[in-house]
């Protein structure tokens, strides 16, 4: 889903289904669904936004992704929930000056148990990258800021990508007959957990139809990471994650014990780079190899 709602709001009550009563209200809607509904609050969970401000541009993405400078020449590209939020100045306030702004930003995230990534200025603007790692939640933040009675806020919160497209169970014999193994990618695990999340269960369905389509098939079921974390963690966690596989196939789809074996790689398989988030994501799999 995207929503991005600009224009220019001078509200004389707070409430969204004043908006459209009020004679000073401007819009620029492109994609809106009801003006209530939006919800067009701030960041609750770690910031208000700074006094004398109103919302005037608004975009949500449920996934994107977001080159975050982190050094004077390197950038870290963070996929996730995306919000993009610009705020002006009400009018006949004043305005604060940018380090202002910035400064009560990352004092913000620093209360919050977050950190300052990388600041910097740029033509007269104040910015600031800052990080959160909070309840097994990532969050980057990038504030920039004038004092031109403007400033905006790139907020990501960091999550793998819910693969909507899977693999059915004719595409997984097809790789299996040509390759020998399938690369499965709709079995979700927290970060460092190895509990199925409910989410994986279309590709367990998957699986099983697999299974049952071949009486005879037998897989090794090999779990996957990437390279964050120590070697000997990563190790126990893939096979934790294939037992975990392996317990679901036989209790719930009813398959045979004998038929499944459980096997943990860690990160000694990449397909790709662990160098990128994209890489890491494709290195964090489960594949299923013909024993």
């Known amino acids: 889903m995207k929503v991005i709602l600009q224009g220019k709001i001078r509200l004389k ?3 969204a289904y004043k908006l459209v009563k009020n004679i000073h209200t401007t819009f620029q809607i492109r994609i809106v669904t009801y003006l209530y509904s ?9 910031f208000n936004r700074m006094p004398n401000f109103h919302i005037y541009r608004y975009e949500e993405l449920q996934f994107n992704k977001y080159d975050f400078r982190i050094s004077n020449d390197k950038t870290s590209s963070i996929e996730g929930r995306h919000l993009y939020i610009v705020y002006y100045l009400n009018e006949n306030a004043a305005a604060p000056g940018a380090i202002q702004i910035v400064r009560n930003y990352s004092n913000a995230i620093k209360k919050a148990g977050g950190q300052i990534v ?3 200025e740029d033509g007269g603007l104040e910015n600031s990258i800052m990080k959160l790692i909070k309840n097994g939640q990532e969050v980057w933040v990038y504030v920039n800021a004038g004092g031109n009675g403007m400033y905006s806020v790139n907020i990501i919160e960091k999550e793998a990508m819910a693969q909507d497209v899977l693999a ?3 595409s997984m014999a097809a790789s299996i007959k040509q390759t020998g193994k399938v690369a499965v990618y709709g079995i979700y695990f927290d970060t460092g957990k190895s509990e199925l999340k409910p989410e994986s269960k279309a590709t367990l369905d998957e699986i099983s139809k ?4 071949d009486n005879n098939l037998k897989l090794n079921v090999v779990g996957h990471t990437d390279n964050t ?9 893939s096979m934790d994650r294939a037992t975990s596989v392996v317990k679901v196939l036989v209790a719930q789809y009813h398959v045979v014990t ?3 074996k459980a096997c943990g790689d860690g990160p000694t398989a990449p397909v790709a780079s662990n160098d990128t988030e994209e890489g890491k994501a494709l290195n964090r799999r489960v594949e299923l190899a013909k024993q």
């Open 13 to 15: 009550r707070s409430f």
């Open 38 to 46: 939006l919800n067009l609050t701030d960041y609750p969970a770690l």
């Open 118 to 120: 990388y600041e910097y």
């Open 168 to 170: 059915d169970a004719s």
């Open 210 to 213: 697999l299974l049952k389509a």
């Open 229 to 237: 974390g120590t070697f000997d963690t990563n190790i126990k966690l």
């Open 258 to 260: 004998s038929r499944l």
